[in-house]
DNA sequence: CTTAACTTGGAATGGACGTTCCAAGATTCG
DNA sequence: CGAATCTTGGAACGTCCATTCCAAGTTAAG
């Protein structure tokens, strides 16, 4: 059917691409910084993502596949409740201040505050980003209330509301060389009020009345 | 001593280029585009402000010291505690929201994300926005405890980075359209865990014991 | 083996970029 | 009044921008 094939994998050119997008952001990465990145021609990258805008949003797309999503689902079903939500934000902030992307942020976090977020086909990606991770939260926080470890007065949707727009916070925050510890701060602080007190009778059976 | 003087008020200069700044960002942001906004030429923007750099760092610091400023010194003043919290978040929310800047998200915010958030010099004025911010927070939560509005378990400083860090959020979140209702959401859900339970008998002279 | 279909590298295009330069205008000093 | 000094508008600079185009290369079909 097709008399040649494409010489190259489009998911890999697209990490090279949002390795570069992700750091140095979309107005200010050159289609130039785009092909030695890939290693391929301006001809391949036109012709497989149309445009730079096309690009942008393919690799946007490859980064919350291969960055986002995981690390949701993994929040999502985790049987640990709070357990979870503390190490969602462990693992967030050990990436955003040290290792190999340490200082980039979080290229979705960062796609806010372009331009390209008036783009429809972006903005889309960003709303259905956040409400996949709020309801990735909503879901571990429903795991914990089954646990017995929330206070019996938290309201789960607010918490849930509260700790994905906290993460944004941190994202943005680490990209300006924000200490880790001063970020964990902040995420302990977030979920020390909504854990249950300690039962002060020895029976874990129940949380107390009142 | 100065055979003339600027035709123009640099101040009023750097208030057009905040709106451009703001809006475009400043990556996306041409000279020419500045030259439009501000009605002055390239020469008096180089004489003035040396280069765009020079200019956005002006433009950033003069963003601060119109808009950011004022909110923190009210937050930080007000006698009101949970409440000057409360209507800081109602202002902001509002003016990210709706009105002439609506979608425009925080010109601070959006510094974070781009590449001049490398630069030491803006920098050094994202991390002094932070702290005031949070300082600011700090000292509302002070007076809101002086005023037996919060729970006696509430870290001031831990409350305060929670709170810091959320607005953030919200100002990113606002830019990509988020609806003013789901950010109260988060704000509220924020708020909730740090007040004091209304005491159940009528002595509103202390907080209940345990 | 020829032909058609498709990818690929690299040159070419026109426009916008940030920056510099210079002549002209304006004002204060001698 | 003349000279010096600074600002101003606008032209000019070379570079990089995103995008298009074309010839060469490669493979499947006939």
Not at 47 to 69: M, V
């Amino acid at each position: 059917m097709s008399p040649d094939i494409k010489h190259f994998n489009p998911d890999v050119v697209l990490d090279d691409a949002v390795r570069v997008f992700w750091r140095q952001g979309m107005p200010a990465t050159g289609i130039q910084a785009l092909v030695s990145a890939t290693g391929l021609s301006r001809s391949s990258l036109y012709a497989t993502f149309g445009n730079k805008d096309g690009l942008y949003a393919a690799a946007l797309g490859r980064y919350i596949e291969q960055h986002s999503t995981p690390a949701f689902a993994a929040l999502s079903a985790a049987p640990t409740g709070l357990t979870a939500i503390e190490d969602f934000f462990t693992g967030l902030i050990g990436v955003r201040c040290s290792g190999p992307v340490a200082g980039w942020g979080c290229m979705v976090t960062n796609a806010h505050a372009g331009p390209e977020s008036a783009d429809p086909a972006i903005r889309e990606l960003l709303d259905a980003h956040h409400q996949t991770l709020q309801s990735a939260m909503r879901s571990a926080l429903h795991t914990a209330a089954g646990l017995g470890q929330l206070a019996a007065s938290v309201d789960l949707d607010a918490a849930a509301a509260v700790l994905a727009t906290l993460a944004y916070g941190v994202n943005l925050r680490s990209r300006a060389g924000a200490a880790a510890d001063t970020l964990r701060e902040a995420v302990a602080g977030a979920l020390v009020p909504l854990r249950a007190h300690p039962a002060p009778a020895p029976t874990p059976q129940e949380v107390p009345p009142q």
